[in-house]
């Protein structure tokens, strides 16, 4: 199988390499910047992308390639909806053309956040911010092709060294020694170890999956409950975890206040359950540090 991945060289590229290199696949990494296996490609430089799938002609497209950061959207709409609109709507084309499975990474953004229960793949999309809706629009157009594989999940945890996100935040301020942590408490969502995801997405296209399905790890979460398994795995309980609400450190996005996702459609139609994500959170921390 020949496969094409749009932004190899992120957190859940870097798990996504790793793990399709069990395969017999025959594999074709992208990326902002040039790197170790990695062919240097600009989403947004729309010839660039069409010559490269046309000449290769990948089988599966997986689109990893996006801008994550909420508040950065928020403020640079314009750039949020090139990247991650404009973007996928020129994959999809390209897709549908050269009748290639379009297999495109989503999130719990694209709901409102006024449930009190983890959403479900056939629940209401109305996204609160520009993350969101560049996300909802993204999936909108790739639903046009023929073939296609919507993974919508959740607070991404992985990366290691490349890991830019909460965990790798709170782990920086950590090492500090700080007196008092503030964590927002009053958000939950879906911590998803890239790993798992990995392992899922891999899954999904074998069996042939197509459709929309929420793929995150078992369980839901604050942000302050994340902060408060990593205090407990690096043993800095003297540090004192103090709860906060949304807004305390003037965020520019508005974000739902319930961004987490039920995976259980995914599990009954093809078998997957990813683990507990304190579980994962956990393991992933101890290789952080060496530990077995």
């Known amino acids: 199988m020949r496969i094409l991945i749009t932004g190899a060289g992120g957190m859940l590229g870097s798990s996504l390499l790793k793990r399709i290199k069990k395969e017999k696949w025959e594999i074709y990494a992208t990326g902002r910047k040039k790197g170790r296996g990695i062919i240097p490609l600009d989403i947004t430089d729309f010839p660039s992308v ?13 689109h990893l390639a996006a801008l994550t950061n909420v508040d950065f959207a928020e403020l640079h709409p314009d750039i949020a909806y090139r990247i991650n609109t404009e973007a996928a ?11 290639s499975l379009l297999v495109f990474i989503s999130t719990g953004a694209v709901f409102p956040g006024n449930k009190r229960k983890p959403y479900i793949e056939s629940d209401i999309v109305s996204p609160v911010n520009i993350y969101g809706k560049s996300k909802l629009l ?13 993974v919508r999940t959740g607070w991404l945890i992985g990366g290691k060294k490349k890991d830019k996100k909460f965990v790798a935040q709170i782990m920086d301020i ?5 007196k008092v942590l503030h964590v927002v408490s009053d958000v ?14 891999v899954t999904l ?17 604050s942000r302050k409950d994340i902060a408060k398994v990593v205090l407990e795995i690096m043993e800095k309980k003297h540090i004192k975890l103090k709860p906060v609400k949304l807004g305390f450190f003037n965020e520019a996005a508005p974000r739902p206040k ?6 259980s459609l995914v599990n009954k139609k093809h078998g997957i359950q990813l683990p507990h994500w304190r579980k ?13």
């Open 50 to 62: 069409k010559k490269t799938l046309s000449k290769i002609k990948p089988e599966v497209i997986i």
């Open 138 to 150: 993204a999936e909108q157009a790739v639903r046009k092709v023929d073939k296609y594989l919507i």
């Open 205 to 221: 296209i074998k069996k042939g999956a197509t459709g929309i399905y929420h793929v995150a790890n078992e369980g839901t979460g």
């Open 174 to 178: 950590i090492s500090k020694e700080p």
């Open 258 to 263: 319930m961004e987490a996702i039920n995976s």
């Open 188 to 201: 939950v969502g879906s911590p998803t170890l890239t790993d798992d995801l990995a392992d899922a997405i």
């Open 89 to 99: 709507k020129h994959l999809a084309e390209i897709s549908r053309k050269i009748k």
């Open 280 to 292: 994962s959170l956990k393991k992933y921390i101890l290789e952080l540090h060496g530990e077995k």
